[in-house]
C-alpha cells in the first residue's frame, strides 16, 4: 500500500494544561511543502480546538503557550513515516 504524503492539513489530540485546567484539544495544523533546505521546514498552526458541554467546539489557540503547541507539532512531523515525495525525490 505504501505511506501517505505529510504535506497536507492534520488534527493531533493532546492533553495540554492552561492556568485554570487541563484540556483535550485537537490542533489542527498544515505541513506545506518544503524547499531545498527544509524538507519539511514549514507548517501552519490552525487552530486549537476543545469540547465544552453546551457551548460545543470552541477555539481555545489563545490559551497555551505557542512554542509548545509548535514544538509538539514539530514532534509529530519528525516521527511520522513520510513517502518519498516529500522529499522532492524523483525516484
Known sequence: ???ASII???VLSAELD???ATCDVD???EVLP???SMPFGAFELL???TRIAGAG????TDWFNQSYIEQLIRDE???SDYHWSDHGDGY
Open 8 to 10: 497536507g492539513k492534520h
Open 57 to 60: 467546539e470552541v477555539t481555545v
Open 47 to 49: 487552530k486549537v480546538v
Open 27 to 29: 490542533i489542527h495544523y
Open 34 to 36: 518544503g524547499e531545498e
Open 18 to 20: 492552561c492556568e485554570w
Open 1 to 3: 500500500m505504501g505511506v
Open 77 to 79: 512531523i519528525d516521527g
